[in-house]
Nanobody, 113 residues
């Protein structure tokens, strides 16, 4: 059974940083492309960043230059480093095995102005 567990969310002031983690189990992590998504209240879930198994990254325009996705295959974990956070980054952040319906439970990120 595939499981994803996110952590690292919290309350931070605008301009601050957070690093989200997503620990995966039940899959051969190293061969999977992974993504981070977010969903703000009243809005659809949107892609924030993805990282292919080959190391190619792709970012939504909203996070370019501020967010960095990375992975540690030895720890079966994908990370999202978020810098220069803005109030509009407030959302629940989810990780996902790209191309599947496997999602974590989400971690709340709240950025105060």
């Amino acid at each position: 059974q595939v499981q994803l567990v996110e952590s690292g969310g919290g309350l931070v002031q605008a301009g601050g940083s957070l690093r989200l983690s997503c620990a995966a189990s039940g899959i051969i992590f190293s061969i999977k492309s992974m993504g981070w998504y977010r969903q703000a209240p009243g809005k659809q879930r949107e892609l924030v960043a993805l990282l292919t198994r080959g190391g190619i990254t792709n970012y939504a325009d909203s996070g370019k230059g501020r967010f960095t996705i990375s992975r540690d295959n030895a720890k079966n974990t994908v990370y999202l480093q978020m810098n220069s956070l803005k109030p509009e980054d407030t959302a629940v952040y989810y990780c996902n095995v790209i191309g599947t319906s496997v999602w974590g439970q989400g971690t709340q990120v709240t950025v105060s102005s």
